[in-house]
C-alpha cells in the first residue's frame, strides 16, 4: 500500500481489531488460564498450592522477569499427556483467531517439561497436532523451541537431541527465561548447531538484560530476531545496526508493564522503535499472565501512547515481513492487510 488512509481516531480501535496480524512472540505455556490450570490439575491428580483461581489470579502481581517465572513455572506443572498440550494450544489458537492473528510462531519450553518426566514426543505431539488443526480458525501456526537460559549448555544440546526425531514438526529455536546472568554467548555452540540443522534462530535479549546481550545475540549466536529488545533505545549504535540490518524485535507492551520494565505504558518506548525505523512488532508473551492477548496489547498500547493508523499498519506489516512464512504467504497475508486498510 503506498500511502496509508487517514483513519479517524475514533474508528481505530475497530481497525486494530480488525486488520490482519502475526502473532510472533506468544509462550504455549503463557497462555495457560487458570481456569485451565485447575482443570488440568483435577484432570490429572495434580496438587496446586492454591485453593482456586482467584487465589492464584492474586498471585499474578509480578515485580520483575524472575517473580513471573517463578508463577509460569509452577502453573506448566499440571501439563502432562499430549492432550493437555493439545487443549492449552488450542484455547490460544482460538483466541488469536478471534483476534484476526492469521500467522502465529509459538515458543514452547521443552525443559519446564522434560525435567518432570514428560517425554518431548508428549509435548511437541499434543502442540503440533493443535497447530496443524488450527487452519480450519484460519490461522497458520508453526512451533519454535526455546532453551531455558538458566539451565546448562549440555542440558541445552540434551534438549536438542531429543527434539531432532521430531524436526519436522517446528521451525526455529530461541531463548527464554532469566536473563540477567545468563548473556546470549553461553549458547554459542548450541545455536551453531541449530543453523547447522537448518532451524530458525532468535533470542530474547534487551528485555531486562543490557544493549550488550542485543549485540551479542546478533554476533555470536547470529539470530534472526530478538525477542523484547526494548533496552536497545539506550545505545545509539545498535539502533542504527537493527534499523541497518532490518532486524525484527518482538515487542510486548503488556508484558513489559506487568514485569515493570516501564513503570507505565504510556512510557513504553515503542513509537521510539518505530519512529528510528526499526521493524517493530506488537506481541502478547504470555497473555494469560499479562493480561491480555493480541487485541488487548494493540488498543492498549495504541490508547496509551497515541499511535495512529500509519503505526497500526507499520507494525502489522512488520508482523509479516518479520514472520517465517514462506515469501508467497506474507505477500498475501500484506495484501490482506492492505484489503483491511482501503475498507476502513
Ligand atoms: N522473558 C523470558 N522468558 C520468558 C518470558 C519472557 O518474557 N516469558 C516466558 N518465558
Ligand atoms: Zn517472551
New binding site residues.
Given amino acids: 500500500m503506498n500511502a496509508v488512509p487517514d483513519v479517524p481516531m475514533e474508528r481505530l480501535p475497530a481497525l486494530l481489531a480488525a486488520m490482519p496480524k502475526a502473532e510472533l512472540h506468544i ?1 504455549i505455556e ?1 497462555s495457560l488460564e487458570p481456569e485451565l490450570i485447575f482443570a488440568l490439575a483435577q484432570r490429572n491428580g495434580v496438587a496446586l498450592p492454591y485453593t482456586d483461581v482467584e487465589e492464584l489470579r492474586r498471585a499474578y502481581a509480578f515485580t520483575n ?1 524472575q517473580s513471573f ?1 517463578d508463577i ?1 513455572y509452577a502453573g506448566a506443572s499440571v501439563l502432562l499427556q499430549p492432550q493437555d498440550f493439545y487443549d492449552m494450544a488450542w484455547a490460544y489458537l482460538q483466541r488469536a483467531a478471534a483476534d484476526h492473528v492469521v500467522r502465529a510462531e509459538i515458543f514452547f ?1 521443552p525443559q519446564t517439561h522434560t525435567a518432570r518426566g514428560v517425554a518431548m514426543e508428549t509435548v511437541i505431539d499434543g502442540l503440533s497436532r493443535a497447530c496443524r488443526d488450527a487452519r480450519q480458525l484460519g490461522v497458520d501456526a508453526e512451533l519454535i523451541l526455546c532453551f531455558l537460559r538458566h539451565l546448562s549448555e549440555e542440558e541445552a544440546f540434551a534438549t536438542l537431541e531429543q527434539a531432532l526425531p521430531f524436526r519436522d514438526r517446528f521451525i526455529g529455536v530461541g531463548l ?2 532469566s ?1 540477567l546472568g545468563h548473556p546470549p554467548e553461553k549458547f554459542t555452540r548450541v545455536f551453531d548447531a541449530c543453523r547447522r540443522h537448518g532451524l530458525h534462530l532468535v533470542a ?1 535479549a534487551g ?1 531486562e538484560g543490557p544493549p550488550a546481550y542485543v549485540w551479542s545475540a546478533l554476533d555470536v549466536l547470529k539470530v534472526e530476531r530478538i525477542d ?1 529488545g526494548v533496552q536497545s533505545t539506550k545505545d545509539p549504535a545498535l539502533m542504527k545496526r537493527l534499523a541497518q540490518d532490518g532486524i525484527p524485535l518482538t515487542v ?1 507492551p503488556l ?1 513489559n508493564l506487568k ?1 515493570c520494565v516501564f513503570p507505565q505504558l504510556e512510557q513504553h518506548n515503542l513509537r521510539e522503535l518505530l519512529d528510528a525505523g526499526l521493524v517493530a512488532t506488537v506481541n502478547s ?2 497473555p494469560a499472565y499479562f493480561g491480555g492477548y493480541m487485541n488487548a496489547n494493540f488498543l492498549q498500547t495504541f490508547a496509551a501512547t497515541g499511535l495512529d493508523a500509519h503505526h497500526a499498519y507499520r507494525l502489522a506489516r512488520n508482523s509479516f515481513e518479520g514472520s517465517f512464512a514462506e515469501p508467497a504467504a506474507r505477500r498475501r497475508y500484506v495484501e490482506r492487510l492492505d484489503a483491511a486498510f482501503a475498507a476502513a
Fill in positions: 509462550h503463557g522477569l517465572l509460569y519450553d527464554d527465561s536473563e530474547h528485555e523484547h510486548c508484558s514485569l508473551d504470555d
